[in-house]
């Protein structure tokens, strides 16, 4: 087993090796899962806010009950990633 502990830097989700997206020449690429990047290209265009209440699904579970919490802590994560972050 390869020891990866990448997240999604735009979706902040856990990628194994099989989860990551593809570069416009066909490579790998090492910040963005499938879900968000394919062939050099965002899958999705929108707003981290857009973003966060399209996702908020996958996040409610074991740490966050309610689409409050869940909401909640996204709005914590999303602005440390890449994608979102302000330089
Ligand atoms: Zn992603």
């Known amino acids: ?8 830097q735009s979706c902040a989700m856990m990628m194994k090796e099989t989860d990551h997206g593809t570069n416009a ?3 790998a690429c090492e910040d963005y ?5 394919a ?3 965002f899958k999705k265009q929108s707003t ?4 966060i209440e399209d996702d908020i699904r996958f996040w409610i579970g074991e ?10 802590k996204m709005r ?9 972050r302000k330089e």
């Not at 981290?48 to 973003?51: A, L």
């Open 48 to 51: 981290m806010e857009e973003w």
């Open 63 to 72: 740490d966050c009950k309610t689409p409050e919490e869940a909401r909640e």
């Open 33 to 37: 899962c499938k879900y968000c990047f």
């Open 76 to 84: 914590k994560v999303f602005p440390t990633l890449k994608r979102w």
């Open 25 to 27: 020449d066909g490579s």
């Open 1 to 8: 087993m390869e020891e990866m502990n990448n997240i999604c």
């Open 39 to 41: 062939d050099g290209e």
